[in-house]
T-cell receptor, first 120, second 115 residues
Framework: AQTVTQSQPEMSVQEAETVTLSCTYD???????LFWYKQPPSRQMILVIR??????QNATENRFSVNFQKAAKSFSLKISDSQLGDTAMYFC?????????????????FGKGTHLIIQP | DTGVSQDPRHKITKRGQNVTFRCDPI?????LYWYRQTLGQGPEFLTY????????KSRLLSDRFSAERPKGSFSTLEIQRTEQGDSAMYLC?????????????FGPGTRLTVL
């Protein structure tokens, strides 16, 4: 079974600063996908960024980028020029690609989340 | 393009009652997932449909839980004889089979409170 660990329950930074959220995972599989989702207060889960394990290049989406270290099983999220609207719970998630081969699916495995607060 | 919708958004029920939630996925998505999220935790996978077939169920899904997806469109999740421990946010997500198939898009959730 896969596990996802987010070791920072809460982080607080000033607006416009850069912040990095950490995530580590444990799996015996070689092919999988990793995601960061954002869940603002009382609002729905939104995809921030995704990374395919077979790609060495780190994914980027505007102010969001990841540092994917496959050997270390680490997948951190960097938010540059943080904005007040970035305040939310951030969840790291893992899914095996086996499901897409008809082998069954366990769905996404999530970490416990990091509560990110952007201070004005 | 409408996103994933869920109904109701909130449900308060008494212990022992049955409840049913509905999820409408993004129209072209053939995969549908149910998750449960308790306070302070990340979502936990419950079950998964590809078209109308229920392909996977978590051990979290006790016999009191049943899910259906008739005709491969909307899905319902029913909880029978609710218990206080069932109080949680129930999230639905959908994705499509094909290139970049693995990205799941979530609905707003149904918050269940069992008194």
């Amino acid at each position: 079974a896969q596990t996802v660990t987010q070791s920072q329950p809460e982080m607080s930074v000033q607006e416009a600063e850069t912040v990095t959220l950490s995530c580590t995972y444990d799996t015996s599989e070689n092919n999988y996908y990793l995601f960061w989702y954002k869940q603002p207060p009382s609002r729905q889960m939104i995809l921030v960024i995704r990374q395919e394990a077979y790609k060495q290049q780190n994914a980027t989406e505007n102010r969001f980028s990841v540092n994917f270290q496959k050997a270390a099983k680490s997948f951190s999220l960097k938010i540059s020029d943080s904005q007040l609207g970035d305040t939310a719970m951030y969840f790291c998630a893992f899914i095996s690609t086996i499901m897409y081969s008809g082998g069954g699916a366990d769905g996404l495995t999530f970490g416990k989340g990091t509560h990110l607060i952007i201070q004005p | 393009d409408t996103g994933v919708s869920q109904d109701p958004r909130h449900k308060i029920t008494k212990r022992g009652q049955n409840v049913t939630f509905r999820c409408d996925p993004i129209s072209e998505h053939n995969r549908l997932y149910w998750y449960r999220q308790t306070l302070g935790q990340g979502p936990e996978f419950l079950t998964y449909f590809q078209n109308e077939a229920q392909l996977e169920k978590s051990r979290l899904l006790s016999d009191r839980f049943s899910a259906e997806r008739p005709k491969g469109s909307f899905s319902t999740l029913e909880i029978q004889r609710t218990e206080q421990g069932d109080s949680a946010m129930y999230l639905c997500a959908s994705s499509s089979q094909g290139v970049r198939t693995d990205t799941q898009y979530f609905g707003p959730g149904t918050r269940l409170t069992v008194l």
